[in-house]
């Protein structure tokens, strides 16, 4: 079975600070995503890393693929309240039909001001 | 339609009823997804259906759990005889192409299901 593992669990910080969240695996993935989701809504893509190694930029949003692609991290510089939500990483199994995703349970993040 | 809509929103249920939660995907997106979301937790993959392919039902967690899709786009998750673990938030996410590698779904708001 195919997991994936992400940490921290819960998150809460002041505006302004910086943080990561890491989400890992022993499975290769060929594609991961990050989503964030808010109360009341359902996840929302935020970016998708495919090549080993890769990082895409979203703003103050920094993602990363590791080069095995087993794991991924998200970092965000100077938090703000607007990020506070659930963060979601998911990965497109390697060598699978696509069909489906593999969830991480979640980082919930409380950015206070 | 503009994005994936679900219905209803919210459902409450006495243990035993049966419950049918309907998706609207995407206009032209050819694939569609279940997930299952318990407090706290991440999203628990239900079935996913991919065109006119027989629907992948690997995640469903038991024989009271059922869904169709008619006419490759509606599709309605249906519970048996509910059960109080059964409460939770049913998203729904649809797709253009399951098979390709980027594989970006969209999701709906969810249903949340409680039940009594």
């Known amino acids: 079975t195919q997991l994936l593992e992400q940490s921290p669990q819960f998150l809460s910080i002041q505006e302004g600070e910086n943080l990561t969240v890491y989400c890992n695996s022993s499975?290769?993935?060929?594609?991961l995503q990050w989503y964030r989701q808010e109360p009341g809504e359902g996840p929302v893509l935020l970016v998708t890393?495919?090549?080993?190694?890769e990082v895409k930029k979203l703003k103050r949003l920094t993602f990363q693929f590791g080069d095995a692609r087993k794991d991924s991290s998200l970092h965000i510089t100077a938090a703000q309240p607007g990020d506070t939500g659930l963060y979601l990483c998911?990965?497109?199994?390697?060598?699978?039909?696509?069909?489906?995703?593999?969830f991480g349970k979640g980082t919930k993040l409380s950015v206070k001001p | 339609g503009a994005g994936v809509s679900q219905s209803p929103s919210n459902k409450v249920t006495e243990k035993g009823k049966d419950v049918e939660l309907r998706c609207d995907p995407i206009s032209g997106h050819t694939a569609l997804y279940w997930y299952r979301q318990s407090l706290g937790q991440g999203l628990e993959f239900l079935i996913y259906f991919q065109g006119n392919s027989a629907p992948d039902k690997s995640g469903l967690p038991s024989d009271r759990f059922s869904a169709e899709r008619t006419g490759g786009s509606v599709s309605t998750l249906t519970i048996q005889r509910t059960q109080q673990e059964d409460s939770a938030v049913y998203l729904c996410a649809s797709s253009r192409d399951s098979f390709l590698a980027k594989n970006i779904q969209y999701f709906g708001a969810g249903t949340r299901l409680s039940v009594l």
């Open positions: 499975s290769v993935f060929s594609s």
């Open positions: 890393v495919v090549t080993g190694g």
């Open positions: 998911a990965g497109a199994p390697d060598g699978g039909s696509q069909g489906n995703l593999i």
